[in-house]
C-alpha cells in the first residue's frame, strides 16, 4: 500500500508563533488516519499547511509522491485533495445545490452523466441533503452543514478527504449519524485523515492515529493498541474510564 | 556591545542634527546670497512656496503617515485657511491688515473642521474614511463655488488680500521679509510636530495605526483620539493654508480642489510616511519638478499618476527613509572608528 | 410643476441613473469581490466615451461596433491593470489604500494620455441615425436615443443578473465572494476569476461610456466628473449588490435630475454627497449590502 500523502519536517508558521516545529507524517492509500491531540496545539494547522492555506511553511508536503509544499491551495485542490474546515466554510447566501457545484465545477473532464454520478452518491450519504437541495446553506441546521461541508470535500477530495473537527458542536445523535456517513465513505476505500478531538470518534473511524502535542508528533499508534492502552489515554485524553469509550 | 550600539545611534543621531542645522542654515542664508541675482525673487518665492507646503504635509502626515488615516479631504483646510483669512481680512469689512487674528483664526477653524470630519470618520473602516473626507471637501467646494451665504465671493474667489505686519510688529510686506516670517513658522510647526510625536499622545496614534484594538484594550477610546489627530492635523493644514493665501493675496474655490487632498497624499507617500521631515522633503521635490516640468509639458499630470504608480508599488516608505539608510551607511565607519580608538 | 414637466424630470432621472447604473454596477462587483476600490473606473468609461467617439465620428464607423470594441479594449487595459498591479499589491500583503493609490496614479496618467491623443476640448458624440430623434410618448416627445439608454441598461443587468445567478462561473465568483478561502480550497482559481471580472467591471464602464457620450458629451473630465456620484450610489445601494446599485441608482439619478430642475445642480451634489455620509456612518450596510456579489 503506497503513501498518498507524505509530510517530511514540516514547520509552520503564524506571524512570530512557530506552530509546528517539524512534523512527519504520512497517510497511506485508502487508509483513515486521525491526528488527535489537545487544542491549539497545531491540528488544524497541519492540515491548513498541508493544503497550503499558510503562507508560512518549511519542509516538504509530497502527494502520491510530487512535492506540493510551494503549491497554490487551488491548484492542491485540483489534484484530488478536499477539504472540510473547521468552520465548515459553507457558502451562507448560495444553496445547497450550488455550494456543491463549487467543487464539481473545478474538475476536469466534467459531464451531465459524471455529475449525476456524483450527486447521487453524495445523497446517497446524506439523504437530508437532497431534501434541502433549494435551501439556503445558511437556513441549515449545524448537523446539516457539517454533511455539506463534507459533501463538498468529498466532491473535491477524489484522492484523498481533510476534515477538520467535524464532530465538533454537534448533538450526539447527529455525531452519530455523521460517523455512519463516516464508516460509509471509509468503506468505499476513500483515504481520510481526521483531525478530532474527540477521540471516540477517531476510535470508531480510524486504522491508525497519530497525537501531536505543542507542535510535535509524540506518539504514532494504530488505533486498535491506544484503545487498549489506558496510561496513554489517560495522559493525552484524560480519560480514565474504559467505559468512557463505548 | 550596548555601549557600541548606543555610541553609535548617539552618532547617529548627531550626525542627522548635523544635516539639520546645514539645511536650516541654507534656508536662512538663501535669500541674501542671492539677492543680487536676477531671480532672487522667483527663488524666494518658490522657495516659500515650497515651506508652505512642506508644513502642509506635514500636517496630512499626522494624519496619515503616524494614526494610518487614509483621508482624502485635506484639501479642506488647506481651502478653510485660505479662506478665513480672506473673509476676515477683505470680506468682513474690518478693514484687518495684520496677519496674527487671520492666523489665528485659521487654526481654529482648523481644528473645528478637523474635529468635524474626524467625527464623521470616528467610527467607520478606511473605505469609508477614504469616501467621506472626499465627499466632504468636494461639498465644501461646491458651497464655495456657489456661495449661498454671499461670503466667498463665489468662483471669483477673494482678492486683495492686505499683508502688512505680524503683531504689529514684524513687517512681512516683502516676499523677503514673509519668506523669513514663513521659514519661522515653519520651524516652529516642526518643533511642536515633533513634540507631540514623541509624546504618549504620538504613541497612541502610531498605536491606532498599529493595532486600534490592542490600544482599545489599553484603555483609549480609538474613536476620540482619531478626531484629536484630525483636529491637529487640521490645525497645521489650515494654518499652511492661511500662509498661502497671504502668500498669493488671494483665496479661490480652487483651494478646496481634490487636487490638493491628492497632493497631500503624494507628498507623503513620496517622502515617507511616519517620518514627518520626509513629507517636508517630498513637497520640495514635487515642487521643483512641477516647476521644472509645467513650463514644457502641459499634462505633467501624467508625471504625477506615474509617481504614484511607481512610488507605491516598488517604495511605499518613500524616499526619506531610503536617504537615511544611505546617510548613517556613510557614517557608520567613523562611528565604529571612534569605539574603536576609545577601545585602544 | 406640470405633469408633462414632471414626466421630462422623471425621465431624465431614469437616463441619468442609466449611466450610474452601469458605471456602479462594474465598481460594486469589483468591491464585493476583491474589496478594493477602482478610482480609475471613471477613466475607464471615458476610455470607453473617446474610442466610440473616435470610431463613430472620426472614422465613420458603425455606432453597433462601437460598443464591442469599446468593451473589449477596456476589458484588456483592465486586465492588465489588475494583473499587474493590483494582484502584485495583494500577493505583497499591501494595505488597501495602496490600491487606492495606484488606481488613481492609473487615471491621471490614462486621463492625460486620452488628452494628448484627442485633445483637450469636449465634443458632443452622435448618437446612431436609427435613433435620432424624438418618440411621440403621449403626453410628451421624448429623445429615442434616451430612451435606448434606459432599454440597454436593463438588458445589461439583466445579463449581468443570468450571469451570476445561472451560470457555473456566476456560482464561482459568489463563493470567492463569500469566502475566497474556502472557494481556493475547493480548486477555485481564484486569483484568475478575479481578473477577468475586473475586466469585465472596467469592460461595462466602457459601454456606460459609449452610451454616455451622445448624452453627457465627451469631455476631457469625464473620468473624475461622475465617479464621486456613482461612489454615493454604490455606498446607498449596498457594496457588492447589484439590486441595490439598480435602486439606489434611480433613486439617486432621480434626486439629480429634480434638484437640479427644482434647485441647483450644485445643491442637488451635495444633497447626494450628504446621503452618503449619512449612510456611511449610521447603515454601512446601504440598502441592499450584505457583504456578497448576489441579485
Excluded at chain 3, 94 to 110: D, K, P, Y
Amino acid at each position: 500500500m503506497g503513501s498518498i500523502l507524505e509530510l517530511v519536517g514540516v514547520h509552520s508558521y503564524y506571524g512570530e508563533s512557530h506552530i509546528l516545529q517539524g512534523i512527519d507524517m504520512r497517510v497511506g492509500e485508502g487508509e483513515c488516519v486521525a491526528l488527535l491531540g489537545p487544542n491549539g496545539m497545531g491540528k488544524t494547522t497541519t492540515l491548513r499547511t498541508i493544503m497550503g492555506l499558510t503562507p508560512g511553511r518549511r519542509g516538504e508536503v509530497r502527494f502520491k509522491d510530487q512535492e506540493i509544499t510551494q503549491l497554490r491551495p487551488f491548484q492542491i485542490a485540483r489534484m484530488g485533495i478536499g477539504y472540510v474546515p473547521e468552520d465548515r466554510g459553507i457558502f451562507v447566501e448560495m444553496t445547497v445545490w450550488e455550494n456543491l457545484r463549487v467543487p464539481y465545477l473545478n474538475l476536469k473532464n466534467r459531464t451531465e452523466r459524471r455529475w449525476k454520478e456524483i450527486e447521487e452518491r453524495i445523497y446517497a450519504l446524506f439523504p437530508a441533503l437532497k431534501e434541502r437541495k433549494n435551501q439556503m446553506a445558511g437556513t441549515l441546521s449545524g448537523g446539516e452543514q457539517q454533511m455539506l461541508a463534507t459533501a463538498r470535500g468529498l466532491i473535491a477530495g477524489e484522492e484523498m478527504v481533510l476534515l477538520d473537527e467535524p464532530t465538533e458542536g454537534l448533538a450526539p445523535v447527529i455525531v452519530r449519524n455523521l460517523i455512519e456517513a463516516f464508516e460509509k465513505i471509509k468503506a468505499q476505500k476513500h483515504t481520510m485523515l481526521l483531525v478530532e478531538q474527540n477521540v471516540h470518534t477517531a476510535m470508531r473511524v480510524a486504522d491508525r492515529c497519530y497525537i501531536l502535542e505543542k507542535g510535535r508528533i509524540k506518539l504514532e499508534e494504530p488505533m486498535k493498541t491506544l484503545a487498549h492502552r489506558p496510561d496513554l489515554l489517560e495522559q493525552y485524553f484524560g480519560i480514565r474510564d474504559q467505559a468512557d469509550l463505548t | 556591545m550596548e555601549m557600541e550600539r548606543s555610541l553609535h545611534q548617539g552618532s547617529e543621531k548627531k550626525s542627522l542634527r548635523f544635516l539639520w542645522g546645514i539645511i536650516l542654515l541654507a534656508l536662512i542664508l538663501l535669500p541674501i546670497a542671492f539677492r543680487a541675482t536676477p531671480f532672487a525673487d522667483y527663488l524666494t518665492y518658490t522657495v516659500g512656496r515650497m515651506m508652505i507646503f512642506g508644513l502642509y504635509a506635514m500636517s496630512y502626515d499626522l494624519l496619515f503617515g503616524y494614526t494610518g488615516i487614509f483621508s482624502f479631504g485635506h484639501a479642506t483646510f488647506w481651502g478653510c485657511g485660505g479662506y478665513s483669512i480672506g473673509i476676515l481680512m477683505v470680506r468682513s469689512g474690518w478693514q484687518i491688515t495684520d496677519a496674527f487674528p487671520g492666523l489665528i483664526l485659521a487654526m481654529l477653524v482648523g481644528v473645528g473642521f478637523g474635529w468635524a470630519m474626524g467625527f464623521l470618520c470616528s467610527r467607520v473602516g478606511p473605505v469609508a474614511i477614504f469616501l467621506v473626507t472626499f465627499a466632504f471637501s468636494q461639498s465644501l467646494q461646491l458651497l464655495a463655488f456657489s456661495d449661498p451665504l454671499k461670503i466667498t465671493n463665489a468662483e471669483d474667489g477673494i482678492t486683495g488680500i492686505p499683508r502688512e505686519t505680524f503683531l504689529g510688529l514684524l513687517p512681512i510686506k516683502s516676499e523677503m521679509q514673509y519668506y523669513y516670517f514663513v521659514l519661522a513658522v515653519l520651524v516652529l510647526s516642526i518643533l511642536v510636530l515633533n513634540m507631540i510625536i514623541r509624546s504618549p499622545l504620538g504613541d497612541v496614534f502610531v498605536g491606532i495605526r498599529e493595532n486600534p484594538l490592542r490600544v482599545r484594550f489599553l484603555g483609549y477610546e480609538v474613536r476620540y483620539y482619531r478626531i484629536v489627530a484630525f483636529m491637529i492635523s487640521g490645525a497645521f493644514a489650515s494654518l499652511a493654508g492661511a500662509l498661502t493665501s497671504l502668500h498669493e493675496r488671494a483665496v479661490a474655490p480652487e483651494m478646496l480642489s481634490w487636487f490638493f487632498s491628492g497632493d497631500a497624499v503624494l507628498f507623503t507617500v513620496l517622502g515617507g510616511p511616519g517620518t514627518l521631515i520626509g513629507p517636508l522633503l517630498g513637497a520640495a521635490i514635487v515642487i521643483i519638478f512641477q516647476e521644472i516640468l509645467s513650463d514644457i509639458f502641459r499634462n505633467w499630470l501624467i508625471f504625477l499618476g506615474i509617481s504614484y504608480i511607481v512610488l507605491i508599488m516598488f517604495l511605499p516608505k518613500g524616499l526619506f527613509p531610503l536617504f537615511q539608510r544611505l546617510y548613517s551607511g556613510r557614517r557608520e565607519p567613523q562611528a565604529a572608528e571612534s569605539v574603536n580608538s576609545q577601545k585602544a | 410643476m406640470t405633469f408633462s414637466a414632471f414626466l421630462i424630470q422623471f425621465l431624465n432621472g431614469l437616463t441619468i441613473a442609466s449611466i450610474y447604473i452601469l458605471l456602479a454596477s462594474g465598481l460594486t462587483i469589483v468591491f464585493g469581490l476583491q474589496g478594493i476600490v477602482n478610482c480609475a473606473h471613471g477613466f475607464f468609461y471615458m476610455l470607453g466615451a473617446y474610442l466610440s467617439f473616435m470610431m463613430v465620428q472620426q472614422l465613420g464607423l458603425s455606432f453597433w461596433l462601437a460598443l464591442p470594441v469599446a468593451f473589449a479594449g477596456n476589458f484588456l487595459l483592465g486586465v492588465g491593470l489588475e494583473f499587474l498591479g493590483i494582484r502584485r499589491l495583494m500577493q505583497w500583503g499591501r494595505e488597501f489604500t495602496h490600491n487606492l493609490i495606484l488606481t488613481l496614479g492609473f487615471a491621471f496618467v490614462g486621463q492625460e494620455v486620452v488628452k494628448i491623443i484627442w485633445g483637450a476640448i469636449a465634443q458632443l458624440a452622435q448618437p446612431p441615425a436609427a435613433l435620432e430623434g424624438l418618440l411621440n410618448l403621449g403626453p410628451v416627445a421624448y429623445p429615442k436615443y434616451w430612451l435606448f439608454v434606459m432599454g440597454f441598461t436593463v438588458l445589461v443587468m439583466f445579463g449581468l443578473y443570468l450571469f451570476f445567478l445561472r451560470t457555473g462561473m456566476g456560482i464561482l465568483v459568489r463563493s470567492i465572494a463569500l469566502n475566497s478561502e474556502v472557494s481556493q480550497a475547493m480548486g477555485t482559481n481564484a486569483p484568475r476569476i478575479n481578473t477577468l471580472i475586473f475586466g469585465l467591471g472596467t469592460g461595462v464602464a466602457g459601454i456606460a461610456g459609449v452610451l454616455a457620450g451622445p448624452i453627457l458629451s465627451v469631455d476631457p473630465n469625464m473620468a473624475f466628473e461622475l465617479l464621486m456620484i456613482v461612489f454615493v450610489v454604490i455606498i446607498f445601494g449596498g457594496m457588492g449588490s447589484l439590486v441595490g446599485v439598480l435602486v439606489s441608482g434611480v433613486i439617486i439619478g432621480e434626486v439629480i435630475a429634480f434638484g437640479t430642475a427644482l434647485m441647483s445642480g450644485m445643491i442637488a451634489k451635495i444633497l447626494a454627497f450628504a446621503v452618503m455620509i449619512v449612510v456611511l456612518i449610521f447603515r454601512p450596510l446601504g440598502l441592499f449590502g450584505r457583504g456578497a456579489v448576489v441579485e
